[in-house]
């Protein structure tokens, strides 16, 4: 499947890849489903919510101070690294993520669109003023804002909130003009991001999945890579770069 792709590949002028927590799964990121999901004993849907901030900030930032923590510590992963050596061999890039966790920045990737946020920067509850970037924030005197007296929050998108415009209709038209759109590792469920991968089909993008599971994508998918995203796409761009040189 490796060489199938990299030769459609070869001859694509267009290339996005969105990304989900399972691309970082193999730097010691867990996922947000699933057993990893679990937090104590809530479920991370039911703490990235503005609903858990307003009744319980403490609980919320011990959350984010715990995964800030975690997430300052690891590297990106050969799949985070193969995306960035991909970006060099397009000439029209996109690289469209989930993810809060910085990872593909510190990998060199370029060209990001960051739908959810980055959970290292702060911003205010109330007025979405952004605050210092501060490592950890003390759950029992969360800092509050100068301008209005907000606390202040994770600069993230939590359920049912408004993904920023400008990025998320970005990421539509560039999903609507792609020649080829890989999906990895996300469970292809929280919308919009799980709508762009059926627009760049629609819009006749070939579509290749890279998921460890199956996802409700994947029977939309011309391929489907049941396999580690840190596995497949150092393989995927050794391949495509073979074919580069020989152009
Ligand atoms: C590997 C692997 C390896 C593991 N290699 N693979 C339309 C229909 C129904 C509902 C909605 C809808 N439109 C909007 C909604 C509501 C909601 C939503 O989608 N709910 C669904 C659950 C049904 N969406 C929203 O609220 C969004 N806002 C919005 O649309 O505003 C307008 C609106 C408002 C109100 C009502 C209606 C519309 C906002 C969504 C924000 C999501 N925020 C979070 C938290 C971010 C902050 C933080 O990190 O703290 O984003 S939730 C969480 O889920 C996080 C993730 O980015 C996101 C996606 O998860 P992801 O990345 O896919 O991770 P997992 O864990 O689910 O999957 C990992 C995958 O990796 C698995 O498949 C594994 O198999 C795989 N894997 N190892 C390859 N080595
Ligand atoms: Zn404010």
């Known amino acids: 499947m490796v060489e199938e792709i ?17 691309i970082s799964a193999e730097s010691g990121v867990p996922t947000f489903r699933g057993k990893d999901g679990l937090w104590g004993k809530f479920r991370a849907e039911e703490l990235a ?9 403490a609980i919320v ?6 995964r800030r923590e975690l997430m300052a510590k690891v590297e990106p992963n050969p799949g985070h690294l193969a995306i960035t050596e991909m970006e060099s061999l397009f000439d029209d890039f996109t690289l469209v993520t ?61 359920y049912g909130e408004m993904l920023d ?22 469970s292809a469920i929280v919308h919009p991001a799980a709508s762009l991968p059926p627009i760049a089909k629609r819009s006749g993008a070939t579509l290749v999945e890279v ?7 994947s029977f939309l998918a011309d391929f489907h ?16 770069k073979k074919r580069r040189a020989s152009e």
């Open 225 to 240: 890579v049941r396999g580690k995203s840190g596995e497949f796409l150092p393989r995927l761009v050794e391949e495509l």
């Open 211 to 217: 998921n460890v599971e199956e996802t409700p994508i």
């Open 98 to 158: 989930q993810n809060v966790d910085n990872l593909h920045r510190v990998a060199g990737t370029r060209n990001i669109l960051e739908l959810h946020g980055n959970i290292h920067h702060n911003k205010c509850v109330e007025c979405n003023r952004s605050h210092d970037p501060k490592a950890q924030i003390d759950p029992d005197e969360i800092p509050c804002c100068e301008h209005c007296g907000g606390k202040i929050r994770p600069d993230v998108v939590w």
């Open 6 to 22: 990299a030769a459609i590949m070869a001859n694509c002028g267009r290339c996005i890849v969105l990304t989900g927590a399972g």
């Open 49 to 57: 919510t503005m609903d858990a901030f307003l009744s319980n900030p």
């Open 165 to 186: 415009s400008a990025i998320i209709n970005a990421a539509f038209q560039q999903s609507e003009r792609a020649d080829i759109f890989f999906s990895v590792g996300t």
């Open 61 to 66: 930032w011990e959350w984010y101070n715990w």
